[in-house]
Structure formats: C-alpha cells, structure tokens
C-alpha cells in the first residue's frame, strides 16, 4: 500500500497511524453512492445513478476486499453492465500497477485517485467504482460497493435475489462487526504487527473468533440462519485465502481452516455457488502477498503448495470474461 501526500506518491506499508506495533486500517475516503435513480445513498452523500456501461470497477484478484465487489458482481448478473480491469499482481513502490488500463492507460491506480481529486491524500487502495461519464470515483469502499450492487440495478437486470435483507440487518451488521474487526482485519494485523505483542493479540482475537463461527456454522447453515448474506461472502473472501496465504505469510499457525469442518463445508459449498469459483485465482492471490510483501518475504519466494481442493477448477479461464 502507499499513500498520496502534497500530491505525490509516498512508498509506505504501513499506515501512519499506526502505533504500538499495531497495524491500523484508515477508512475509505470516497463515500458516494449508486442507486437506481441517482438519488442520495442511504448514508447521505451523493447518489450515481445506475445505467449500463457507465460505470468501471478496478480490483486486484488478490485483495479479498475488492474480491468480494466480484463475487456480487457475478451474483447479481451486472457482468454485461459493469466493465472491470484487474491491477498487475505484483505491488511494489508505486503501488497498485496496470499491465493494460483501457480509460486513460494509466500505469499506476493512485493516478485515478489524483485525477478524481487532484487535492486528494490518503491511502490508495481497490477496488475502485469509477464514474466514466463525470470521470471521479463513486466509491473505494468495498462494503458499501457491493451494497450498491445488491440493488442498484434490479430494475435494469430483474435479478431480485437480497444479500441484505431487511429483516436480517441486525443480525448482519452485528456478525460483520465482528468478522471485520478479528478476522478480516484481523488476519492484516497479525501479519504486519512489529512487535511481538500486538501480533499475540491479533492472533488470538483471531483463532477466537474462529472458533466461534466453527460454532456458529456447526449448528446452522449460514452466519446469520438458513439465509445466504452479505455476511457469508464478506467472511468468504478471508477464509479462500487462509490456508494458501494467511498461515504461513501472515504467521496465523494455530491451525489450518482444514482442520475446522463446518468451516470448511461452507468455504467449500460458498465456492461453488455458480460464477463464484471464476473469481478465485490462486497463483495471482500467492504471487501478490509473497512478492510484494518484501517486508514480510524478503527474497520474494512463492511457495508451490499448498494443494487444495474445493471440488471445482480455479477457473481462470473463467477470467477472460471479465
């Protein structure tokens, strides 16, 4: 990651807000909103209106945040309507990069970042939801996007299926607090701790919360009952990721997701909902963490293993789609 400052790129790992050895997350900072009729978005700022090709979603297929704008991309059949570029595996000390970036051929995505707002400072991340037709970012934060896409455009694609359910939003909100904080945080802050004791306390708040969905999904199917949510593939995108990457690179060892059998049927049942499998990519999700976290991997090795099996092909093929 990295950070744009007095308008220039700064190569930085960690957040400057970082303290204790604990590695900090900076919120998103473009908070806009798609909805079916541009009007403002539940959270009050500026509303986008959904319209077919207008708008462009850049991911990298290693980050499980933008994964996640993909996979409800794919469930809510806005293939056709959303047009998506995928950064460059490797990130190094310009940040994010592009082999092939079809709207301005940039070389790098803080330039989207600075082309949004040339006053902009702060973090660059993905994904980003990009505005083709006013040329800004709508929005960098990935569980408002794929809110957005839960809904936004129903009306143009008939696919009604609710990720978020009305009824289940306590229930939601209140899993995903969790989840976030201690498991998809968590996995970062025990793999970019500096000192000893913040990374025993990522660990352990971790494996604690482990435990406690191995309990969760041991007495019902989903996070939040019987109903696949936007809890679920929020949690997804972390667990595909943990045994390939998270044990060894970020030293989260106590135990592999295989070991936990609910756990692992619902990674395993989650992955072959249809679309779903296209999104995962194993040797770009490696190549990512082991040869761009030179902090953490200073000779850059990509480990071979580990084999796994989750019933299905990877589905890279399954990318050219995009």
């Not at 129903?154 to 969790?178: C, M, Q, W």
């Amino acid at each position: 990651m990295g950070l744009i400052q007095n308008g220039q790129w700064v190569d930085q790992w960690y957040d400057t807000k970082s303290s204790g050895g604990e590695y900090r997350r900076q919120d998103s900072r473009f908070r806009s909103w798609l909805t079916s009729d541009g009007q403002t978005g539940p959270n009050g700022e500026t509303g986008f209106k959904a319209e077919k090709g207008r708008y462009h979603l850049y991911v990298s297929l290693a980050c499980p945040w933008a994964h996640r704008t993909l996979i409800f991309r794919q469930l809510k059949n806005l293939q056709e309507y959303i047009d998506v570029t995928v950064v460059d595996a490797i990130m190094l000390e310009n940040g994010w990069q592009f082999s092939n970036e079809p709207l301005y051929d940039f070389d790098f995505a803080y330039q989207l970042y600075l082309k949004a707002d040339s006053q902009y400072e702060g973090r660059v991340t993905v994904p980003i939801l990009w505005d083709k037709k006013t040329e800004t970012i709508v929005s960098n934060e990935s569980s408002e996007i794929i809110r957005m896409f839960n809904s936004a455009f129903n009306h143009l694609t008939g696919n009604e299926d609710d990720y978020y359910p009305a009824e289940l939003h306590e229930k939601i909100d209140a899993v995903n607090d969790r989840v976030y904080d201690s498991i998809n945080n968590g996995v970062y802050r025990a793999g970019f701790a500096t000192t000893q004791e913040a990374y025993e306390k990522a660990f352990h708040q971790l494996f604690g919360a482990l435990d406690w969905v191995e309990g969760l999904l041991t007495n019902q199917r989903y996070l939040t009952g019987e109903r696949l949510t936007e809890a679920d593939w929020r949690l997804f995108t972390t667990l595909i990721r943990f045994d390939a990457v998270y044990f060894g690179h970020f030293k989260t060892n106590k135990r592999l997701l295989s070991s936990y059998p609910a756990i692992s049927g619902f990674v395993r049942e989650l992955y072959q909902v249809p679309g779903v499998a296209g999104t995962v990519d194993f040797e770009h999700i490696k190549t990512h963490y082991y040869a761009s976290h030179l902090t953490i991997n200073p000779t850059g090795i990509i480990p071979l293993g580990p084999e796994q099996d989750f019933n299905l092909a990877h589905g890279r093929d399954a990318l050219a789609k995009y």
